[in-house]
Structures are given as structure tokens and as C-alpha cells.
């Protein structure tokens, strides 16, 4: 189920030409221009994808890139593969979710990205901790550990899911 406030957010509007030339991006690459300089490669879906450019774009992260994975099944393996071979320095590839991590897509994505990265990257996943409820029960608990979330995606300590 979408989130109302994504339907209502003019930058998930699509426009007419995207209906009409026929075709569907199961993954939505940045649009950075130098890729070289890219150290980090956030993998994302849904509402949180805006959340966090939001973020990156206000404290100006210039060596992060943000890849939106809008098609769970069938998985693309090829598609995910090129994408990330693409960021040539980019030794992180984290994915994000705003679920807990008992819930969402980290359970299903977390063998098929792992076996997606080069030799070089490792696979990291920022959420909230596991737990019994989809959602803290208040705005302002949520909007803390949204805001975690969001922080921790950028942060440089983390660790690794998969040593």
C-alpha cells in the first residue's frame, strides 16, 4: 500500500510521456554525474527514497548515490549488478528501509544484493531494530527514529551485514 503523502508529493508525479512510451524502471539509477566520485551507494524503495535525498541534497553529500529498487519480484540480477559495477570506487552498498529490520524487504533483498556486489564492496543495512510492531505508536517517536535512520544512512559507522 502507498502512502498517501507519496501520492501527493509532486516529485513522485510521474509525466504523461512516462505512460506512453510503454516502459517501467524496475531500478532508477542516480543521476550523479561523476560516478567516480562516489564512495557509498544507497539501495532504496518507496517514500524513504525522497526522505533521503532530501537529506543528502541539505547537508550537500556529494559522494553518495542513491539507487531506487522499484521492483522487488522478479528480482533483476543483471540490471542491479551493472548498477552497482557502475560506482567503481563506491566500496558500500547499504540498503534502507524505514520497517524494522524484521519486516520490509530486507528479509527477501538481503542473499540477492549480497550476491550483486564486486569483490571490492560490502553490503550494509540501515533500519530501524527489529520489532513486534510496524510503527512506534506516536509521530514524535517515529519522527526520531525516522530521523535515525536517515542520519545512519550517511553515517560512516556502520557495519557490515556479511563480513
Known amino acids: 500500500m502507498t502512502p498517501k503523502s507519496l501520492l501527493r508529493m509532486p516529485e513522485a508525479k510521474s509525466k504523461k510521456f512516462e505512460f506512453t512510451k510503454g516502459m517501467f524502471d524496475v531500478i ?8 567516480d566520485s562516489i564512495n557509498r551507494i544507497i539501495v532504496t524503495s518507496g517514500k524513504v527514497y525522497y526522505d533521503l535525498l532530501k537529506y543528502k541534497n541539505e547537508k550537500n553529500i ?8 522499484e521492483q522487488y519480484y522478479p528480482y533483476h540480477t543483471e ?15 547499504v540498503w534502507v528501509q524505514e520497517e524494522p529490520r524484521n519486516m520490509g524487504a530486507w528479509n527477501f533483498l538481503a542473499i540477492l544484493l549480497n ?10 543495512c540501515v ?5 513486534a510492531s510496524p510503527a512506534a505508536g506516536s509521530l514524535s517517536k517515529f519522527n526520531e527514529k525516522h530521523n535515525e535512520v536517515l542520519r545512519n544512512a550517511f553515517s560512516k559507522d556502520i557495519v557490515p551485514v556479511f563480513n
Open 28 to 35: 532508477i539509477d542516480d543521476e550523479v554525474k561523476d560516478k
Open 62 to 69: 556529494k559522494d553518495t548515490a542513491i539507487v531506487r529498487l
Open 79 to 93: 540490471i542491479m549488478q551493472e548498477v552497482l559495477k557502475s560506482y567503481k570506487k563506491a566500496d558500500e552498498v
Open 115 to 124: 550476491d550483486d556486489l564486486t569483490n571490492h564492496q560490502k553490503l550494509y
Open 127 to 131: 533500519c530501524p531494530p527489529a520489532s
